[in-house]
Every structure is written in structure tokens, then in C-alpha cells.
């Protein structure tokens, strides 16, 4: 009688402590071995990598559908990066934009026509609403190649407007309930969440939140982190339908006398509010709000955190995330660093392939329902 056992007929405990101890991309390949692997998939629920992982897009010229991950954060330390590639991403894929991630989630701009978010791992889509349903101050208009917005008289191309916007995506993985926060240029915000068939304005100029401009937004447990273009720090509550501007605030960042769009902001697990300058290549001082939320100090250790630039919040540092670190994208490639000895890694793949243009850090993670 024969020894020889199918891996596809395991004992169900034994596969499942097998699959939990995969890598996202691994578990995602072994969700399609057979019918009992992919069954047993099912019963793990969900699955999250504890450190970050980068996501290279494809050049916005090529025909591309495919993007690349890698968990460059742990393997670039030691060696070269492995990188994977997830295919079938839609044909119009590499034309669009990455503008925020949450887990498997990216908030794509189609430079043509409207924002919406897509699963890289199992490519659903989430359509959120056209442009033309907002209500607010926006007009759109239709190009060729390209929209145009209009604002006060005022016009900016998704084109221009994607180089000095800032975004944040949350999506319940269970749910599939969303959060939209996307900002254009310095004095334009607007969101859109689940049950909204519009995109509705945040005042920046005016009213209770007192905004005057957006540098820089994070988003964590419900409220939105505005960096005003004030040099304030102000907190907006979307635990309901409509958010709420708090009355808390901080006022007088360090770098009053930089020019926008270099200041980066995020949120601790503790709920202190960041601030760093965006330069490439380079770990400058990190400022953190004092308890009272009212002043700022030196950062010279991020006491067993590490903070995600391109998420704007700071995660545990376990597994392969180190403590005390940055992570930080710009262009093509991902970059890390040690904030107390300013010394700087970079994503090894500067000659992987001319036809991908730019990177960003996320942190993986699949739902099964």
C-alpha cells in the first residue's frame, strides 16, 4: 500500500495551522490549489502582514495591468528583495493613479474620469460617485484625455492636481464600508463614504472648521488630522454621518517658513500628532504635540513604534518593522531610516525594470468572508 499522501487531503487543523503561517502572497497562491485549500481559506477569516511591504505601479504609458509587492522592509535589510507580481488589475491600470491605500485597498484616480478603489488581492472594485454629483463650490469638465476642475474661477487638471493632492482610504474589510477624503491642492477638500451617491465639501476657508488650506491630512479611529495652511493642527470627528471640527488644535508648527507640500504629519498609536519634512534622501528632526496638545517636541525616539509615512499613522513595530524607524516613499523607490542615527536604506530594485515609475509603503491584508 502506497505512503504517499495528497497535500490536498490533509487534516483540516493541520491545513489550517499550515495556511496561517503564510505570507500574504503565498496564502493568496494557496487559496487556489483545490477546492479543501481554498474551503479552509475560508475558516482563517482574515489574514494581515504586521510590517510594511512596498507596491511598485507601472509606467502611466504602458498598457500594464499588473503592479509589483515586495516585503523589501525585511528582505532589503539582508539581502535583495523578492518581489511578486499581481496580475489582472484591469487593462486600464497602469494609466491611473495611486493617491492612498488601506490593507489591500488602493484609492485609484483615473485621470479621465472619476476616483474608485480596487483589492489587489481579489480585484474587487468599489465604484464611488462621479465628480459631477458634487455638492460644494466644484464644477467638472470633461476633456479628451483629461478633467478639468474648476473652483472660484479657478482651474486645475486631475493631471496637475495629482501632483500636490493628499488623500486617505479606509475601508472595513468586512463590510466593504468606505471613507473617501481627497484634498486638491492646497484649499479644496471633499469626501465620500458609504450611502453617499455625492462627493460633499469640506470648508476650508470658512465656517466651524476653521481649515484655512490643507497641507498635509492623516486619518485615524474616526477623525481626520488636518495641517491647515495656518500652520495649525486641526481634528475633524467622522464617527458620524456629517464630521465635526474639535476644538482642539495645535498652532505654530516648526517649520512656519517652509514652503508647502514639504511638511509630512501623522498619528501615533496614542493619538499624538507627527510632523516631519518631506525631503528626498534625507531623516530630518520629527516634532510630536506635548500632551496638551498645544506646543511641539523633539522626537528622538519613536518608543517601539514606527512610523508609515504613506499611511500618516505610526503601527507597533513587531516581527519585521523596526523600531524607531521612518518609512517613506518618493518617486520610484521606498526608503527607511533610524530617526535617533539618521541612517537610510533603500528598496534594491533601481534597475528592476524602466517600465514601472513609482512606489509606496502599505501593509497588506485580505478578508475571507
Known amino acids: 500500500m502506497s505512503n504517499m499522501v495528497s497535500w490536498s487531503k490533509l487534516h483540516d487543523d493541520v491545513l489550517q495551522l499550515i495556511l496561517e503561517g503564510l505570507d500574504i502572497i503565498t496564502y493568496v497562491r494557496a487559496r487556489t490549489v483545490c477546492k479543501d485549500w481554498y474551503a479552509a481559506c475560508k475558516r482563517i477569516t482574515s489574514v494581515q502582514e504586521k510590517s510594511p511591504w512596498a507596491i511598485i505601479f507601472p509606467d502611466g504609458r504602458s498598457k500594464c495591468g499588473s503592479c509589483l509587492v515586495s516585503d523589501c522592509c525585511t528582505s532589503g535589510l539582508t539581502g535583495k528583495c523578492k518581489f511578486y507580481r499581481l496580475h489582472n488589475l484591469g487593462n486600464d491600470f497602469g494609466t491611473h493613479r495611486c493617491i492612498a491605500t488601506c490593507g489591500g485597498w488602493l484609492l485609484m484616480l483615473d485621470l479621465r474620469s472619476s476616483l474608485y478603489v480596487l483589492n489587489v488581492f481579489t480585484r474587487e472594485r ?43 482610504l479606509w475601508v472595513d474589510e468586512r463590510t466593504k464600508r468606505y471613507l473617501v477624503v481627497w484634498s486638491i491642492g492646497l484649499w479644496y477638500m471633499m469626501y465620500a463614504r458609504s450611502g453617499f451617491d455625492f462627493w460633499r465639501e469640506i470648508p476650508t476657508r470658512e465656517g466651524p472648521e476653521n481649515l484655512y488650506g490643507c497641507q498635509d491630512i492623516a486619518y485615524k479611529d474616526n477623525k481626520l488630522y488636518v495641517l491647515s495652511r495656518q500652520n495649525q493642527i486641526r481634528i475633524l470627528d467622522f464617527s458620524q454621518e456629517l464630521p465635526l471640527a474639535l476644538p482642539t488644535n495645535v498652532e505654530h508648527q516648526p517649520f512656519t517658513n517652509d514652503r508647502p507640500w514639504r511638511v509630512k504629519i501623522g498619528v501615533t498609536v496614542s493619538e499624538h500628532v ?31 513604534e514606527a512610523w508609515i509615512m504613506d499611511l500618516g499613522v505610526t503601527v507597533p513595530a513587531v516581527n519585521g518593522t523596526k523600531p524607531n524607524y521612518i518609512y517613506y516613499s518618493k518617486d520610484k523607490y521606498v526608503y527607511w531610516g533610524d530617526v535617533s542615527t539618521q ?24 478578508r475571507e468572508l
Open 274 to 304: 507627527l510632523m516631519v519634512k518631506n525631503r528626498l534622501n534625507k531623516i530630518l528632526k520629527i516634532f510630536k504635540s506635548d500632551s496638551e496638545g498645544t506646543s511641539w517636541d523633539t522626537v528622538e525616539s519613536l518608543e517601539g
Open 343 to 366: 541612517e537610510l536604506g533603500m528598496g534594491q530594485y533601481v534597475n528592476l525594470n524602466r517600465n514601472f515609475s513609482y512606489a509606496r509603503w502599505f501593509i497588506p491584508s485580505l
Open 126 to 168: 468599489i465604484k464611488l460617485p462621479p465628480f459631477e454629483s458634487h455638492k460644494g463650490r466644484l464644477c467638472v469638465e470633461r476633456r479628451r484625455r483629461d478633467t478639468n476642475f474648476v473652483i472660484n474661477k479657478s482651474s486645475v487638471t486631475t493631471r496637475n492636481a495629482v501632483n500636490k493632492t493628499n488623500a486617505v
